[in-house]
């Protein structure tokens, strides 16, 4: 009974931020490594930013230019992604992920939600 939820996506202009959240149960949280991925139409799934298992470690996507940040709150079994200053080409369905290494790969992750859309406009 593993529920991962996310929330915060939507429709915003190209230079706007959002923030997405992915609430858990179910789960130990603590014991996994938290990721986020997304899917752009036509395309395979790719990794967008993971969070070590005490939050202080992260590791992004080469492609995101330090424009996101993935953080963690273990009080509320929550993940969360910033984004900021988006842009048309991070339009796609974002999906949280738990899993058992500090990885961007899908494979490593046993867990996902069931997505949540963004959708950036010019």
């Known amino acids: 009974q593993v529920q991962m939820v996310e929330s915060g996506g939507g429709l915003v202009q190209a230079g706007e931020s959002l923030r997405l959240s992915c609430t858990t149960s179910?789960?130990?949280?603590?014991?996994?490594?938290m990721a986020w991925f997304r899917q752009a139409p036509g395309k395979g799934r790719e990794g967008v930013a993971c969070?070590?298992?005490?939050?202080?470690?992260?590791r992004y996507g080469d492609s995101l230019e330090g424009r996101f940040t993935i953080s963690k709150d273990s009080a509320k079994n929550a993940l969360y992604l910033e984004m900021n200053s988006l842009k048309p080409e991070d339009t796609a369905m974002y999906y949280c992920?738990?899993?058992?290494?500090?990885?961007?790969?899908?494979?490593?992750?046993?867990?996902w939600g069931q997505g949540t859309k963004v959708t950036v406009s010019s």
């Open positions: 992920a738990a899993g058992g290494r500090f990885s961007l790969d899908e494979g490593d992750f046993s867990y």
């Open positions: 969070i070590s298992r005490a939050g202080r470690g992260r």
């Open positions: 179910g789960l130990n949280f603590d014991d996994y490594y």
